[in-house]
């Protein structure tokens, strides 16, 4: 099948990747054209373990262009990965999304064929497709869902850093049905993999990513709320993690204590349904703790320091590890950074 990707960022580069070894031809396409030619070259523009190996090998069945339209016109089904990074009320930031969305309808208008696919891969709160992303589609494209333009949800869940293997191995898929023809083309592409095919409606698929990324980020605030406590109490926090993580109802997974989450996905999902949630007026308060103790879990490390050495004025201190976590060159909500102003505020000299 032929495979356009909308967007050549971390998702849509390891999505490509992870079809393109399926045998699928993939089509990227990006506005970043420095991206586009190191993605020809058979360079991955981001680290990931594996991925620029395996770009190499497949540059037969992966390219990129540099024009939106010569993708949709070249492929079957067109994959939407674009980022979309919240806004300080914690809301998605949609500008990109919507302007890849309504280039993506005006590009069918002209090339589509008989039943184009669109595949909304893009992380967004629930109810964002039907309600912002379908419209602008629809206007643009002048078609219709479900009578001569499919639409499907279909979130990832790629860890950074074990993202390849992710793809091939995943836990689950969800197929975010809005016609039914649509679904059944996206499931059909995932039948090699094997994992459950979870099929929804629309906004179930999109709060179920959002949803899983909140659980988590929940786990990792707290085993660090509890370490917290633990260092008052002058117990080991590692060995309460460890001990508590062998209950198979708990699992060790996400529940080793450390300065916080980072990343792209765990502080803007958890932001984004606690917007979403004030909007209907629920006031999330777990959620909030979640992000409270998370802002505030780099700054304790600080002070900590304060407490061994005294006034660290004057001070040259070193950071070890600067990604949001290893595996990774991603510095998208990096503790470090936090880390790092605390640090410039008390007058230190950092070398990182």
Not at 232 to 239: K, M, S, W
Not at 302 to 327: C, Q, R
């Amino acid at each position: 099948m032929k495979i356009g990707i909308i967007g050549a960022g971390y998702v849509g580069v390891i999505v490509g990747l992870g079809f393109g070894k399926l045998g699928h031809d993939v089509i990227l396409t990006d506005i970043d054209l420095e991206k586009v030619n190191l993605i020809n070259r058979g360079i991955c523009p981001f680290f990931e373990p594996g991925a620029s190996e395996l770009l190499g090998n497949l540059r037969g069945n992966v390219k990129a262009v540099a024009t939106l339209d010569q993708a949709v016109k070249e492929s079957d089904i067109i994959f939407l990965c674009v980022g979309t990074p919240f806004n300080l009320d914690g809301s998605d930031g949609l500008s990109a999304l919507k302007t890849a969305v309504s280039n993506v309808g005006g590009a069918i208008l002209l090339h589509g064929n008989q039943y184009p696919i669109i595949v909304i891969k893009s992380t967004v709160l629930p109810g964002t497709t039907e309600d912002i992303l379908i419209p602008i589609l629809e206007k643009e494209s002048g078609r219709k869902v479900g009578k001569d333009l499919g639409v499907v949800v279909n979130p990832e869940f790629l860890r950074e850093g074990k993202a390849l293997s992710d793809f091939s191995n995943p836990s689950r898929v969800i197929i975010g049905e809005i016609d039914s023809v649509s679904a059944e083309k996206v499931t059909e592409l995932h039948k090699n993999v094997l994992a459950p095919i979870i099929r929804v409606n629309a906004r179930t698929a999109e709060m179920i990513k959002c949803a899983s990324n909140a659980a988590l980020a929940t786990r990792v605030s707290l085993v660090n709320e509890i370490g917290n406590i633990c260092k008052l109490l002058g117990i080991d926090i590692y060995e309460v993690a460890n001990a508590v993580g062998l209950d198979e109802r708990i699992g060790p997974h996400f529940f080793q204590a450390g300065i916080g989450f980072g990343g792209s996905c765990f502080p803007k999902d958890v932001r984004g349904l606690i917007s979403k949630a004030r909007v209907y007026g629920y006031e999330p308060t777990l959620l909030e703790s979640v992000i409270t103790v998370n802002e505030n879990q780099p700054i304790r490390l600080v002070k900590l320091a304060e407490s061994k050495v005294g006034n660290l004025k004057g001070k040259k201190v070193a950071v070890l590890g600067l990604a949001f976590k290893p595996g990774t060159d991603d510095m998208r909500e990096a503790p470090s950074l936090k880390v790092i102003q605390e640090l410039l505020k008390r007058g230190c000299s950092v070398v990182a």
